[in-house]
């Protein structure tokens, strides 16, 4: 294993736990989220690294890889806490922090990716790393905006459709619906919604949001350059999305 770069930078441990979970664990080690976008060109920003671990049943035992795993970072402050839903760990090296978050899955569909840009970057090698095949990436992020209501999934959902040509998986969006969690007061009573109804929601979305209003949502997690004209081509594809279903 290549040692991390020091001082630590934040980048630098993503790169590194990226290629650590891919030694250690192979292909049940599934990158998902804003860092697997990241390898696939998108630069929103991200201070999470996020996992499936599948096949898995047990967080416990999740819990049991991703200490054995962080224990070869020198000189690391971690934090491990077994949620509800996921095993989430606080990684402190130098002035550098980042939050890793892992949930466990019977299956999961993946896809093999290179680091070589990222890691290019910041003057490492690269290796072959397991990513959410994006097909279920969108369906997941289409879930967890029905949940959230946050402008930075559906900025993933455009990338996602828009750049890489993905299609949601509805079967998997089906089975997000059916069991709808959010803390959302006009959907806290929700329990369920038929695909229909949500094509419907990210057609109101598309019609009622304000530009002004998404691009402030984004502007933290963007370069400023990327900004103008991006809420107009985020709706395009939220209606493209809705009419896909």
Not at 144 to 155: G, Q, T
Request: charged content about 30%; aromatic content about 6%; glycine content about 2%.
């Amino acid at each position: 294993m290549v040692p991390l770069n020091r001082p630590a930078t934040r980048d630098g441990l993503f790169l590194w736990i990226m290629h650590q979970f891919a030694e250690e664990f192979d292909q049940r080690a599934i990158l998902k989220g804003g860092l697997a976008l990241r390898l696939q060109d998108s630069h929103r920003s991200t201070t999470d690294i996020d996992y499936v671990f599948a096949p898995l049943r047990s967080k416990k035992e999740a819990r049991t890889m991703v200490e054995q795993a962080l224990a070869d970072l020198p000189d690391a402050i971690i934090d491990i806490k077994t949620h509800s839903k996921m095993v989430r760990a606080m990684v402190q090296v130098d002035e550098a922090r980042v939050q890793v978050e892992v949930n466990v899955a019977q299956n999961c569909p993946a896809e093999a990716m290179s680091t070589a840009d990222y890691a290019r970057s910041l003057g490492r090698p690269a290796r072959v790393v397991s990513v959410m095949a994006p097909s279920y990436a969108l369906a997941d992020k289409l879930a967890a905006w029905n949940e959230r209501r946050l402008a930075r999934d559906l900025y993933d959902c455009f990338f996602l459709r828009t750049l890489i040509d993905a299609r949601p998986d509805l079967e998997r969006l089906d089975q997000r619906l059916q069991k709808i969690e959010s803390r959302i007061p006009s959907l806290a009573s929700r329990r369920s919604m038929s695909r229909e109804e949500f094509a419907a929601e990210l057609q109101r979305w598309a019609d009622r949001s304000e530009d002004q209003e998404i691009v402030d949502e984004l502007r933290p997690l963007l370069p400023p350059e990327e900004l103008p004209g991006l809420a107009r081509r985020i709706k395009a594809a939220v209606r493209r999305i809705a009419l896909d279903l």
